[in-house]
């Protein structure tokens, strides 16, 4: 019969009164709740890094081409900025805190802070690190599984989102620089 997966309500009611303290993170929450918050400031430090190189770009973009270059530079930040916001959020669901010190900053991100010299260079850069992100998120919802299934749809979504970011990087590379290639 449809239904006899789930446990009883006395039951699902009586676990919810136990540890009320714990918030989202309840009795049955499988992953290692430790790791989950380093990898996920991992992934915070990744996203501002990206959001500060983005913003550099976008303000350090010129020629012919630069307008509509920096204003793809502008969206990715505000869309990192985002994921750097979902991140610490989810964070503090997990009872941990967002680790927002510019110290330590590039080590703990996976990708790196290059500021290129020319608009082609600045997405090459933009792009190495998307594809640093899209393999790193790759990992980490590998790694949760099933064990956190909240933390993995959102890092599924922000996956998403880099592989989109990566797309449009590459058809700009194309369109500016067609006789290279990766």
Do not use: W
Not at 115 to 140: C, F, H, P, Q, W
Not at 145 to 164: F, K, Y
Request: glycine residues 6%; negative net charge; hydrophobic residues 40%.
């Amino acid at each position: 019969m449809a239904g006899e997966f789930l446990t009883d309500v006395k039951t699902l009611r009586e676990r919810a009164r136990k540890h009320i303290e714990n918030g989202a993170v309840i009795a049955n929450y499988k992953a290692d709740r430790e790791q989950v918050i380093k990898i996920l400031n991992e992934a915070l430090a990744t996203e501002i890094v990206c959001v500060l190189r983005y913003k550099r770009h976008y303000y350090m973009a010129t020629g012919i081409h630069a307008q509509a270059v920096a204003e793809e530079f502008l969206q990715h930040a505000n869309e990192e900025q985002g994921h750097a916001d979902q991140i610490s959020a989810r964070i503090v669901q997990l009872q941990g805190a967002p680790n927002l010190n510019p110290e330590g900053l590039l080590s703990r991100s996976h990708s790196e802070y290059v500021e290129g010299e020319t608009l082609v260079d600045m997405i090459k850069e933009n792009l190495v690190a998307e594809r640093i992100a899209i393999e790193s998120y790759s990992e980490m919802i590998r790694y949760i599984g099933d064990g956190d299934v909240t933390t993995r749809r959102m890092l599924e979504g922000i996956l998403a989102m880099e592989e989109e970011h990566a797309d449009d990087l590459a058809n700009l590379l194309a369109t500016l620089d067609p006789n290279k290639k990766g």
